[in-house]
Structure formats: structure tokens, C-alpha cells
């Protein structure tokens, strides 16, 4: 076994952080570090949190963060947001986040950016999960920045989502896109202090009421982070939906739509590699380029020639 991994499976922060480290930049043994990772994976309880810029998630984050300690669960942090004004980049942001709870053993938070995602969560964020998994913590908390992809990828990554809205958000609710509020498992109306709050949280409820039944009605809970308000009543909910979830055994058909998606990308992800190494060892990519350009040759016909010319064993 690798002695970064050994060391991380002891409860090592720094193997835990070049870990990580190791995955964000790509480095050559990546794949054979998280095949020795994988198999201490699966115990985490991931929750997503995701929300416009300036609806207070990190002050939320910090809030929720003392009551799951609290409980007594370790809890692993990843902030996917290198232009919150509260992270100041994914560097600046550690230093932030850390002065609060540097002393804490039990906390472990990395800001990571959203590298050639689109605006999405990257691979690389959801292979830190699994990291921190390893590692042993209990919770991991993901938050992202509500715009572009991310606010679908993070379904696809997280077992319990939390949308955040505010008040001041501008236009009514009715005006956000349908997704987001697909993918929402609970509402957090934050700054409730705010005028238009009780308009908000009813909007909301409207909209819930629209939709067709389900077994899961997400809960609209009005907090007021900056105050510590509302915490409980949010944490209460986290745990009502996790209870629900492993109840009904819903949480293992989303785990195992995870690994399915997880699986397919993953043989994308080596085929296109294999694909690509070949097209530049050998085959003249450039000529089919000229080709196509001159309208001498269409790029379907390209494409097949250069699948002919490839060895996938």
C-alpha cells in the first residue's frame, strides 16, 4: 500500500491534504492512489449545499457545523467556490475557514476549484470526497456555488441537497429555474430577517404543492445565519431526510446511480485517454483537420477512420 494512503487511513491531516493535493493536479499515480482508497469508502454521509453568490451559505456551513459537532460527527468541508467574497479563492479560503476551527481535529476543510468543469463540480471534487471518506469522517459537507452545472452536478454527488435562498434574491421564486428546484431536499430561506421572507418561504411551499406527490415533501426552514438562528430547526431536517433516505432505502438507489454514472465516466474517461495517446503517436490528426476544412472529407467519416486506426487491446 502507498504510505500517502497508509498514513491517511491512520488519520493523517497532511496525507489527507497531498492526497487531495495529488488528485487536484492530475499527477501520474492518481488512478493507483484511489484504487487503494476506494475500498475504505462508503461510510460518509454526503450533503450538498448550494445556493445563489451572497445567500450566506458559508456563514450557514459555519453555523450548521457547530451543531453536527455537537453530535459528536467528524465532519470533512470541501468549498467549491474560488469567487465567494467569504473564500477569497481556493487558497485564501482555508486560511479563513481555519481560524475558527484550526484547534478542532474532528474538521477537515479544503477549498477546491472547479477546474475545466463548466461551471460543474470537477472530477477531482468528487474524488476529494472520497478521500475524506477514507479518512473517516462521518459528514461531508460540499457546498457549491448555485450557478452553471453545478447546481445539478451536486444531486448527482451529494445524499442530501440544501438549496439556499434569500429574501433579496430579486425576482420571485416562481422565476428560478425549474432544476433547482428539482433538486432541492430542503429549502433554507436564509437572511429571514429581510423583508420579503414570509413571501418567500410561501412561494415556496406553492410551488411544492404544484408538483406531484412524493414520498419526501422538502421542508422550507428560515434561518438567520449571521445570528445563529434556525440552526436547529435545519439540522432537525438534515437528519429527518437522512433517516427517510435509509428508511425507505433510497439511499442506496441513489448510491447505486451514483457508481453507475461514476462507472460509465469512468470508461469515458480511459477510452478517450486511449483514443487520444494514439491519435498523437501516430496518426496524422492534422491531414484529416486540413481535410475536413477544404470540405474534401466530413468529420463522421474522419471519426470512423480514426476509430479504425486505433488499438483498444
Known sequence: MDQLVKELLQGNRRAAARLISNIENDVPEKRALLQEVFPHTGNAYVIGITGAPGSGKSSLVDCLLKKIRRDGFTVGIIAVDPTSPFSGGAILGDR???????????????????????????RSTREAIQVLDAFGKDIILVETVG?????????????????????????????????????????????ADLSGAERTTTEINIMLDMKSETQWRPPVVRTISVRNEGMDELWQALRNHRHFMEESEKLLEVRKERVRRELTEQVEYLVKNKIWEQVREGIEIETLVNRIVQRRLDPYSAAAELLEEIDFL
Open 147 to 191: 450557478v452553471g452545472q453545478s447546481e445539478v452536478d451536486i444531486v448527482k454527488t451529494a445524499d442530501t441537497t440544501i438549496v439556499v435562498l434569500t429574501p433579496a434574491g430579486g425576482d420571485s421564486v416562481q422565476t428560478l429555474k425549474a432544476g433547482i428546484m428539482e433538486i432541492a431536499d430542503i429549502f433554507v430561506v436564509n437572511k
Open 96 to 122: 479563513i475557514r481555519m481560524q475558527d476551527h484550526a484547534l478542532d481535529e474532528g474538521i477537515f476543510i479544503r477549498s477546491m476549484g472547479a477546474r475545466g468543469s463548466l461551471g460543474g463540480l470537477s
